[in-house]
Nanobody, 118 residues
Framework: QVQLVESGGGSVQAGGSLRLSCAASGRTFTMGWSRQVPGKEREFVASINRSGTNKVYGDSVKGRFTLSRDNTKNTMYLQMNSLKPEDTAVYYC??????????????WGQGTQVTVST
């Protein structure tokens, strides 16, 4: 496993943008983001394979969020545009550090708060 540190969260008005970062302590393969609001189930946001050729987005963020990564820095980025109040949540980063089993995350970050106000 690797250690993951999320950053870039904060408060923004509806329609604004934020860019989240997830820095890993070592090599990662598939990485992804999920989010959670107190009292609600965790929701899938997006995932990306190591080469960046396969990106998957949750329906609620398609067209607004863009996932990217820089493997030289072991860092994944989530560019969030046209933010809505419904995007308010704690965003969690996850990663597969082994690349042996598909869709198998073994590392998780502590989360970063994103708050979108009207």
């Amino acid at each position: 496993q690797v250690q993951l540190v999320e950053s870039g969260g904060g408060s923004v008005q509806a329609g604004g943008s934020l860019r989240l970062s997830c820095a890993a302590s070592g090599r990662t393969f598939t990485m992804g983001w999920s989010r959670q609001v107190p009292g609600k189930e965790r929701e899938f946001v997006a995932s990306i394979n190591r080469s960046g050729t396969n990106k998957v987005y949750g329906d609620s963020v398609k067209g607004r969020f863009t996932l990217s990564r820089d493997n030289t820095k072991n860092t994944m980025y989530l560019q969030m545009n046209s933010l809505k109040p419904e995007d308010t949540a704690v965003y969690y980063c996850a990663a597969d550090s082994q690349g042996v089993i598909k869709r198998s995350y073994d590392s998780w970050g502590q989360g970063t708060q994103v708050t979108v106000s009207t």
